[in-house]
């Protein structure tokens, strides 16, 4: 993966502007704070990303990637504020599950989720190189 960064521009913190890949492509639907029984153990933002985020890593070894294969991030969060005011958890969470920030993201603030309980969905683009 080569990481896009125009000339001039800062490195922004925690995602990547743009990235380029080549192989198969893996595309995770949005995933939620709930187990893979359908149970939420929290309404804590922070754990309700953990969990997301294994369910993620979950879905792409099934698909024969790993957390380093992400290309593209979409995440949806309905309250903005509590997600600054736990952006060290969240933070620590992903680096301990997905690792490194190259990811292309995206985060936006919504009304509401489909589960009235979810706090947070991500979903996920994730390709896995060439063999070669």
């Known amino acids: 993966m080569q990481v896009l960064l ?3 521009w800062p490195r922004p913190k925690g995602y990547a502007n743009g990235v380029t890949v080549t192989g198969r ?3 995770v639907a949005g995933m939620i704070g709930w187990d893979a029984q359908g149970v939420f153990h929290t309404d804590d933002l922070a754990g309700q990303v953990r969990q997301a985020l294994q369910n993620i890593v979950a879905v792409l070894e099934e698909g024969g990637a790993r957390p380093e294969h992400i290309v ?3 995440w949806y ?4 504020k509590e997600y600054l005011a736990q952006q060290a958890e969240i933070g620590k969470a992903y680096r301990e599950l997905i690792g490194s920030f190259n990811a292309a993201m995206t985060a ?3 009304a509401a989720l489909i ?3 979810a706090k947070v969905e991500i979903e996920v683009t994730a390709v896995v190189p060439d063999a070669s």
């Open 6 to 8: 125009p000339q001039g």
């Open 25 to 27: 492509q893996l595309f």
């Open 72 to 74: 593209r991030m979409t």
């Open 77 to 80: 969060i309905t309250d903005k």
């Open 108 to 110: 936006v603030q919504v």
């Open 115 to 117: 589960e009235d309980r």
